[in-house]
C-alpha cells in the first residue's frame, strides 16, 4: 500500500449470480495522476467503475479514498467527500445559459439550492466564469446550453464535475461520441487541470489513441481480473494485453475468436507508431 495514494482498491469483487464481474481487482491512483482503466467489451469496466462511485455495492474488497473505506456508501456521500463524476452520455439544463449550469452546480455544493430561484444571473457567477475559463468556455457563457456543439456540452459537463473541488474524478468514457480532434484535445485539458489541481483521474475509454497519448499509466482488466498495469510503453508492449484485445482470452477449444474491437486495432496502430518513431 502506497502512502502517497489518493485512490487505493483493494481485492475488489462483485458478483451477477454466477458471473464474477469484478474478481480480486487492486489498483492505486495518486492525486494529479492520470489513470486509465480499459479491457474489452464485459471485462468489469463499468462495474469496477461503479462500485468505486457508489452505483453498486461489492461484494467484497475495499475503495479507499485518502485512506478511509468508501466501499458501499451513496454516490451523494461520496460525492460530498470530494469525488466528481461524468458519464457517457453528457446532460445540462439545455433551457439555462452555460454559466446558469455552473453556478447552480455551484450552489448545489454550497447548500444553497433552495435560494436560486429568481436570482440565477446574480449568484456564483465570478465562481462559475471562472471555471469555465479553465474549461475553454468562457466566451460561451450566456449562450443557452441548447445551442452548444456537443464538444462544447462535453466541456460543460466537465466545468460542473469541478465545481465540487473534487480530488478524485471518475471520468466514464469521456470522449464517447466526439470527433477525433475533439477526443484528443478533451482529455489533454483534463490532465492538464489533473497535474495542475492535483486532482487524480480514473476514467474508463475505448479511443485507444488517446489512451496511450495521455495516460500516465494504465489498468487493464479481462473477465473481471486485473492483467495488466503500467505505463503506456509498458502496456504497449504487453503479450497478454495484445492477446486479450484480438479476442484470445482463453475461449474454450473450438470456440469461435472474436474478431478485432475498434480497441484492439487502436492498441496496434498506437503500437505501430511507437515502433515507427523509434
Not at 489498483?27 to 469496466?45: C, M, R, T
Not at 462559475?128 to 456543439?149: F, R, Y
Not at 469541478?162 to 474524478?169: A, C, G, Q, T
Not at 492483467?227 to 482463453?250: C, K, N, T
Request: charged share 20%; hydrophobic share 45%; net charge neutral.
Amino acid at each position: 500500500m502506497s502512502a502517497l495514494a489518493l485512490l487505493q482498491v483493494q481485492a475488489l469483487a462483485k458478483a451477477f449470480g454466477g458471473v464474477k464481474a469484478v474478481d480480486g481487482v487492486s489498483f492505486e491512483l495518486a492525486a494529479g495522476e492520470l489513470l486509465a482503466l480499459i479491457g474489452p467489451n464485459g471485462a468489469g469496466k463499468s462495474t469496477c467503475f461503479n462500485c468505486i462511485n457508489g452505483q453498486l455495492r461489492p461484494d467484497s474488497g475495499q475503495v479507499l479514498l485518502d485512506g478511509h473505506d468508501i466501499a458501499g456508501r451513496s454516490p451523494q456521500d461520496i460525492w460530498r467527500l470530494g469525488v466528481g463524476r461524468t458519464f457517457q452520455i453528457a446532460a445540462t439544463w439545455s433551457s439555462m445559459t452555460v454559466s446558469e449550469n455552473v453556478q447552480l452546480a455551484l450552489l448545489s455544493k454550497a447548500g444553497r439550492l433552495g435560494q436560486w430561484w429568481g436570482r440565477a444571473t446574480r449568484m456564483q457567477r465570478e465562481q462559475a466564469l471562472e471555471l469555465l475559463d479553465a474549461v475553454g468556455l468562457s466566451q460561451l457563457a450566456d449562450l443557452p446550453c441548447s445551442t452548444l456543439a456537443y464538444g462544447d456540452i462535453k466541456r460543460v459537463e466537465l466545468a460542473l464535475a469541478l465545481s465540487n473541488r473534487p480530488r478524485l474524478l471518475l471520468m466514464d468514457e469521456p470522449t464517447a461520441g466526439m470527433a477525433p480532434g475533439e477526443r484528443n484535445e478533451l482529455v489533454a485539458l483534463v490532465r492538464r487541470l489533473s497535474h495542475e489541481r492535483g486532482i487524480g483521474v480514473l476514467f474508463t475509454e475505448h479511443s485507444m489513441d488517446v489512451v496511450f497519448a495521455h495516460a500516465d499509466r494504465i489498468v487493464v482488466l479481462a473477465r473481471g481480473q486485473l492483467i495488466a498495469q503500467g505505463s503506456p510503453e509498458a502496456i504497449r508492449q504487453d503479450e497478454l494485453v495484445r492477446e486479450v484485445y484480438f479476442g484470445s482470452q482463453g475461449a474454450p477449444q473450438g470456440a469461435p475468436q472474436a474478431a478485432p474491437s475498434t480497441a484492439a486495432e487502436g492498441l496496434l496502430l498506437a503500437s505501430s507508431r511507437a515502433d515507427s518513431s523509434r
